[in-house]
Protein backbone atom coordinates (compact mmCIF):
# COMPACT_ATOMS: atom_id res chain seq x y z
CA UNK A 1 0.00 0.00 0.00
CA UNK A 2 0.96 3.71 -1.05
CA UNK A 3 0.04 6.28 1.84
CA UNK A 4 -1.21 9.40 1.11
CA UNK A 5 -3.55 11.68 3.37
CA UNK A 6 -6.79 11.22 1.20
CA UNK A 7 -5.72 8.17 -0.71
CA UNK A 8 -4.29 4.91 -0.23
CA UNK A 9 -2.96 3.07 -3.90
CA UNK A 10 -2.82 -0.53 -3.42
CA UNK A 11 -1.30 -3.61 -5.20
CA UNK A 12 -3.31 -7.41 -4.79
CA UNK A 13 -0.33 -10.11 -5.61
CA UNK A 14 -0.06 -13.77 -5.54
CA UNK A 15 2.90 -15.63 -4.21
CA UNK A 16 3.87 -16.09 -7.97
CA UNK A 17 3.55 -12.31 -8.98
CA UNK A 18 0.14 -12.36 -10.57
CA UNK A 19 -1.83 -9.26 -9.93
CA UNK A 20 -5.36 -9.90 -8.26
CA UNK A 21 -6.44 -6.62 -8.09
CA UNK A 22 -5.02 -3.04 -7.75
CA UNK A 23 -6.65 0.27 -7.45
CA UNK A 24 -6.93 3.75 -5.05
CA UNK A 25 -9.37 3.87 -1.65
CA UNK A 26 -10.48 6.53 0.21
CA UNK A 27 -8.10 7.02 3.39
CA UNK A 28 -11.00 6.90 5.70
CA UNK A 29 -11.85 4.59 8.24
CA UNK A 30 -15.07 2.89 6.63
CA UNK A 31 -13.36 3.04 3.72
CA UNK A 32 -10.70 0.20 4.88
CA UNK A 33 -13.26 -1.46 6.76
CA UNK A 34 -14.83 -2.29 3.76
CA UNK A 35 -12.00 -2.47 1.47
CA UNK A 36 -10.30 -5.09 4.46
CA UNK A 37 -13.19 -6.95 4.69
CA UNK A 38 -13.78 -7.96 1.13
CA UNK A 39 -9.80 -9.38 0.97
CA UNK A 40 -8.99 -12.82 0.94
CA UNK A 41 -7.98 -14.39 3.68
CA UNK A 42 -5.32 -14.79 5.32
CA UNK A 43 -3.44 -12.15 3.79
CA UNK A 44 0.06 -10.08 4.45
CA UNK A 45 0.35 -6.46 3.70
CA UNK A 46 3.14 -3.72 4.05
CA UNK A 47 3.28 -0.20 3.79
CA UNK A 48 5.88 3.06 3.62
CA UNK A 49 6.19 4.42 6.43
CA UNK A 50 4.67 8.49 7.35
CA UNK A 51 3.25 10.56 9.12
CA UNK A 52 -0.22 9.28 7.93
CA UNK A 53 0.68 5.59 8.25
CA UNK A 54 0.75 4.53 11.99
CA UNK A 55 -3.61 4.91 12.66
CA UNK A 56 -3.81 3.03 9.27
CA UNK A 57 -1.27 0.11 10.70
CA UNK A 58 -3.16 0.25 13.81
CA UNK A 59 -6.63 0.18 12.25
CA UNK A 60 -5.67 -2.77 9.68
CA UNK A 61 -3.42 -5.00 11.78
CA UNK A 62 -6.81 -7.31 13.48
CA UNK A 63 -7.60 -7.92 9.59
CA UNK A 64 -4.18 -9.07 8.74
CA UNK A 65 -2.22 -12.23 9.07
CA UNK A 66 0.94 -10.46 9.11
CA UNK A 67 1.36 -6.43 8.53
CA UNK A 68 4.86 -4.36 8.35
CA UNK A 69 5.61 -0.69 7.66
CA UNK A 70 8.65 -0.04 5.46
CA UNK A 71 11.67 1.86 6.66
CA UNK A 72 11.42 5.01 4.55
CA UNK A 73 14.83 5.37 3.59
CA UNK A 74 15.66 2.23 2.71
CA UNK A 75 12.23 2.04 0.46
CA UNK A 76 13.03 5.39 -0.86
CA UNK A 77 16.44 3.93 -2.26
CA UNK A 78 14.53 0.55 -3.73
CA UNK A 79 11.87 2.28 -5.32
CA UNK A 80 14.42 4.93 -7.20
CA UNK A 81 13.59 5.42 -10.80
CA UNK A 82 13.19 7.65 -13.85
CA UNK A 83 9.25 6.58 -13.26
CA UNK A 84 7.40 7.16 -10.46
CA UNK A 85 3.44 6.81 -9.31
CA UNK A 86 1.75 5.21 -6.90
CA UNK A 87 0.33 2.17 -8.96
CA UNK A 88 4.35 1.76 -9.42
CA UNK A 89 5.13 2.20 -5.82
CA UNK A 90 2.38 -0.09 -4.78
CA UNK A 91 3.29 -2.83 -7.13
CA UNK A 92 7.00 -2.54 -5.65
CA UNK A 93 5.82 -3.21 -1.95
CA UNK A 94 3.63 -5.85 -3.12
CA UNK A 95 6.94 -7.15 -4.94
CA UNK A 96 9.17 -6.97 -2.12
CA UNK A 97 6.60 -8.50 0.55
CA UNK A 98 6.25 -12.07 -1.62
CA UNK A 99 10.18 -11.87 -2.01
CA UNK A 100 11.16 -11.47 1.78
CA UNK A 101 12.83 -8.87 0.66
CA UNK A 102 10.21 -5.88 2.37
CA UNK A 103 13.04 -3.67 4.62
CA UNK A 104 10.37 -4.16 8.07
CA UNK A 105 10.75 -0.91 10.83
CA UNK A 106 10.04 -1.17 14.33
CA UNK A 107 6.19 0.31 15.26
CA UNK A 108 5.02 1.57 18.49
CA UNK A 109 1.91 0.37 19.80
CA UNK A 110 -0.80 2.94 19.73
CA UNK A 111 -1.07 3.28 23.41
CA UNK A 112 2.82 4.28 23.74
CA UNK A 113 2.45 6.20 20.25
CA UNK A 114 -0.19 8.58 22.09
CA UNK A 115 2.02 8.87 25.37
CA UNK A 116 4.58 9.76 22.60
CA UNK A 117 2.74 12.44 21.24
CA UNK A 118 2.16 14.07 23.98
CA UNK A 119 5.28 14.29 25.10
CA UNK A 120 6.33 16.07 21.94
CA UNK A 121 3.88 18.75 21.98
CA UNK A 122 5.46 19.56 25.61
CA UNK A 123 8.07 20.33 23.47
CA UNK A 124 6.57 23.01 21.66
CA UNK A 125 5.14 23.86 24.66
CA UNK A 126 8.81 24.47 26.28
CA UNK A 127 9.39 26.68 22.77
CA UNK A 128 6.42 28.73 23.02
CA UNK A 129 7.71 29.48 26.46
CA UNK A 130 11.74 30.28 25.71
CA UNK A 131 10.19 32.60 22.65
CA UNK A 132 7.84 34.53 24.98
CA UNK A 133 10.65 35.13 27.64
CA UNK A 134 13.28 36.14 24.53
CA UNK A 135 10.89 38.21 23.39
CA UNK A 136 10.27 39.92 27.01
CA UNK A 137 14.13 40.47 27.39
CA UNK A 138 13.80 41.79 23.86
CA UNK A 139 11.57 44.46 24.44
CA UNK A 140 13.14 45.64 28.13
CA UNK A 141 16.43 46.02 25.68
CA UNK A 142 14.62 47.97 23.15
CA UNK A 143 13.31 50.63 26.13
CA UNK A 144 16.91 50.54 27.50
CA UNK A 145 15.77 49.27 30.56
CA UNK A 146 18.60 47.63 33.16
CA UNK A 147 17.99 44.56 34.34
CA UNK A 148 19.67 41.43 36.07
CA UNK A 149 19.43 38.21 33.37
CA UNK A 150 19.53 35.82 35.55
CA UNK A 151 16.66 36.97 37.99
CA UNK A 152 14.16 38.30 34.94
CA UNK A 153 12.32 35.70 34.84
CA UNK A 154 11.49 35.39 39.08
CA UNK A 155 7.76 36.29 39.60
CA UNK A 156 8.76 38.76 42.32
CA UNK A 157 12.05 40.42 40.68
CA UNK A 158 9.59 40.68 37.24
CA UNK A 159 6.78 42.47 39.38
CA UNK A 160 9.76 44.59 41.18
CA UNK A 161 10.82 45.58 38.05
CA UNK A 162 7.31 46.69 36.21
CA UNK A 163 6.58 48.41 39.32
CA UNK A 164 9.78 50.23 40.07
CA UNK A 165 10.87 50.87 36.81
CA UNK A 166 10.51 54.26 35.25
CA UNK A 167 11.75 53.69 31.84
CA UNK A 168 8.49 51.08 30.78
CA UNK A 169 6.42 53.21 29.39
CA UNK A 170 2.71 52.35 29.54
CA UNK A 171 2.80 51.29 25.73
CA UNK A 172 5.55 48.48 26.77
CA UNK A 173 4.06 47.54 30.26
CA UNK A 174 0.77 45.54 28.26
CA UNK A 175 2.71 43.47 25.70
CA UNK A 176 5.32 42.99 29.32
CA UNK A 177 2.35 41.53 30.94
CA UNK A 178 1.00 39.95 27.91
CA UNK A 179 4.29 38.00 28.09
CA UNK A 180 4.60 36.96 31.57
CA UNK A 181 1.22 35.72 31.73
CA UNK A 182 2.01 33.46 28.43
CA UNK A 183 5.69 32.24 30.68
CA UNK A 184 3.30 31.41 33.19
CA UNK A 185 0.78 29.34 31.57
CA UNK A 186 3.16 27.29 29.71
CA UNK A 187 5.28 26.74 32.29
CA UNK A 188 1.80 25.49 34.20
CA UNK A 189 1.53 23.28 31.39
CA UNK A 190 4.77 21.74 31.12
CA UNK A 191 4.46 20.80 34.66
CA UNK A 192 1.42 19.12 34.10
CA UNK A 193 2.12 17.15 30.94
CA UNK A 194 5.09 16.13 32.95
CA UNK A 195 3.15 14.27 36.07
CA UNK A 196 0.59 12.86 33.68
CA UNK A 197 2.92 11.23 31.50
CA UNK A 198 5.53 10.25 34.71
CA UNK A 199 2.63 8.59 36.84
CA UNK A 200 0.80 6.57 33.90
CA UNK A 201 0.66 3.13 34.59
CA UNK A 202 2.76 2.22 31.72
CA UNK A 203 5.63 4.06 32.33
CA UNK A 204 5.68 4.75 35.91
CA UNK A 205 7.81 1.65 36.92
CA UNK A 206 10.17 2.07 33.97
CA UNK A 207 10.84 5.97 34.74
CA UNK A 208 11.43 4.91 38.52
CA UNK A 209 14.20 2.66 37.32
CA UNK A 210 15.77 5.03 34.56
CA UNK A 211 15.75 7.58 36.98
CA UNK A 212 17.86 5.46 39.66
CA UNK A 213 20.84 6.35 37.45
CA UNK A 214 22.89 9.09 38.79
CA UNK A 215 22.03 12.52 36.50
CA UNK A 216 19.06 11.07 34.35
CA UNK A 217 15.56 12.89 35.19
CA UNK A 218 12.04 12.96 34.37
CA UNK A 219 12.58 14.47 31.12
CA UNK A 220 15.39 11.71 29.74
CA UNK A 221 13.62 8.92 31.43
CA UNK A 222 10.74 9.70 29.69
CA UNK A 223 11.79 10.39 26.31
CA UNK A 224 13.98 7.03 26.23
CA UNK A 225 10.65 4.83 26.85
CA UNK A 226 8.88 6.44 24.56
CA UNK A 227 10.76 7.29 22.01
CA UNK A 228 12.33 3.63 22.37
CA UNK A 229 9.40 2.01 22.71
CA UNK A 230 10.78 -1.06 24.22
CA UNK A 231 14.46 -1.93 24.86
CA UNK A 232 14.25 -5.46 23.08
CA UNK A 233 14.35 -3.68 19.38
CA UNK A 234 18.06 -2.99 19.78
CA UNK A 235 20.41 -6.16 19.16
CA UNK A 236 23.23 -4.35 20.62
CA UNK A 237 24.46 -0.99 22.39
CA UNK A 238 25.46 0.27 18.85
CA UNK A 239 22.03 0.00 17.50
CA UNK A 240 20.80 2.08 20.10
CA UNK A 241 23.66 4.59 19.77
CA UNK A 242 23.35 4.76 16.18
CA UNK A 243 19.20 5.12 16.99
CA UNK A 244 20.25 7.65 19.12
CA UNK A 245 22.41 9.88 16.60
CA UNK A 246 25.42 9.40 18.31
CA UNK A 247 27.63 7.24 16.05
CA UNK A 248 28.95 8.68 12.51
CA UNK A 249 27.72 7.57 9.33
CA UNK A 250 30.35 5.36 7.44
CA UNK A 251 31.23 5.31 3.97
CA UNK A 252 33.70 2.63 2.30
CA UNK A 253 34.69 2.22 -1.81
CA UNK A 254 37.42 0.38 -3.45
CA UNK A 255 38.96 -0.25 -0.23
CA UNK A 256 38.81 2.65 1.25
CA UNK A 257 37.12 3.57 4.45
CA UNK A 258 36.29 6.70 5.53
CA UNK A 259 33.80 8.00 8.78
CA UNK A 260 31.22 10.69 7.78
CA UNK A 261 29.90 13.10 10.46
CA UNK A 262 26.90 12.34 13.09
CA UNK A 263 24.41 10.49 10.93
CA UNK A 264 21.26 12.52 9.95
CA UNK A 265 19.42 9.30 10.47
CA UNK A 266 18.12 9.50 13.95
CA UNK A 267 15.87 10.42 16.38
CA UNK A 268 16.58 13.73 16.73
CA UNK A 269 14.34 13.79 19.58
CA UNK A 270 16.66 11.81 21.74
CA UNK A 271 19.55 12.55 20.37
CA UNK A 272 18.51 16.65 21.69
CA UNK A 273 18.14 15.22 25.04
CA UNK A 274 20.94 13.23 25.35
CA UNK A 275 23.57 15.69 24.32
CA UNK A 276 22.03 18.24 26.95
CA UNK A 277 22.18 16.05 29.13
CA UNK A 278 25.39 14.65 28.68
CA UNK A 279 27.30 18.23 29.20
CA UNK A 280 25.57 18.28 32.74
CA UNK A 281 25.76 14.96 34.04
CA UNK A 282 29.47 14.75 34.81
CA UNK A 283 28.51 17.05 37.39
CA UNK A 284 25.77 14.54 39.21
CA UNK A 285 27.57 10.71 38.64
CA UNK A 286 31.22 9.83 39.03
CA UNK A 287 31.45 7.66 36.13
CA UNK A 288 30.25 9.73 33.62
CA UNK A 289 33.22 12.18 34.84
CA UNK A 290 35.55 9.56 34.67
CA UNK A 291 34.24 9.00 31.37
CA UNK A 292 34.86 12.59 30.02
CA UNK A 293 37.99 12.82 31.81
CA UNK A 294 39.44 10.08 29.90
CA UNK A 295 38.40 11.19 26.80
CA UNK A 296 39.61 14.70 27.55
CA UNK A 297 43.07 13.84 28.57
CA UNK A 298 43.37 11.55 25.60
CA UNK A 299 42.84 14.55 23.33
CA UNK A 300 39.47 14.73 22.34
CA UNK A 301 37.80 18.57 22.08
CA UNK A 302 34.88 19.14 24.70
CA UNK A 303 32.20 18.02 22.48
CA UNK A 304 33.80 15.03 21.52
CA UNK A 305 34.27 14.10 25.23
CA UNK A 306 30.76 15.09 25.51
CA UNK A 307 29.31 12.31 23.44
CA UNK A 308 31.46 9.75 24.63
CA UNK A 309 29.23 10.49 28.31
CA UNK A 310 26.02 10.36 25.76
CA UNK A 311 27.12 6.86 24.60
CA UNK A 312 27.64 5.64 27.72
CA UNK A 313 24.61 7.12 29.15
CA UNK A 314 22.58 5.20 26.46
CA UNK A 315 24.56 1.87 27.59
CA UNK A 316 23.08 2.57 31.09
CA UNK A 317 19.59 2.98 29.82
CA UNK A 318 19.70 0.44 27.66
CA UNK A 319 21.11 -2.49 30.70
CA UNK A 320 18.21 -0.74 33.33
CA UNK A 321 15.17 -0.84 30.81
CA UNK A 322 16.01 -4.75 29.72
CA UNK A 323 16.26 -5.74 33.24
CA UNK A 324 12.78 -4.20 34.18
CA UNK A 325 11.37 -5.52 30.84
CA UNK A 326 12.60 -8.94 32.12
CA UNK A 327 11.36 -9.12 35.42
CA UNK A 328 15.27 -8.37 36.80
CA UNK A 329 14.93 -5.17 38.42
CA UNK A 330 13.82 -5.19 42.13
CA UNK A 331 10.23 -4.20 43.03
CA UNK A 332 9.92 -0.80 44.61
CA UNK A 333 8.97 -1.02 48.25
Not at 216 to 227: C, K, N, T
Amino acid sequence: MDVHKQVIAYCIKKADGQIVSEGKIKATRNALREWAEGLPQPWVGGMEATMFSHWIFAFLKPHAEALYMGHPAKMKAIQAGKNKSDKMDARTIADLLRCDAFPKSFVISPELGRLRQQLRFRQLVVKQQVAFMNRTAGLLMEAGVEYERRRLHGKQYFSALMRESGWVNNEVKPLLRYSREQIENLGEMDKRLIRLLERHPQLQRRVAALRTIDGVGPILALSWALETGTPERFPSIKDAQSYCGLTSAFWESAGRQKRQPLSKQRNKHLQTVLVEVAQLAPMHNEKLKAVYEKHKAAGANPNQATLEVARKLVAYLLAVDRAVLRGQWPQAA
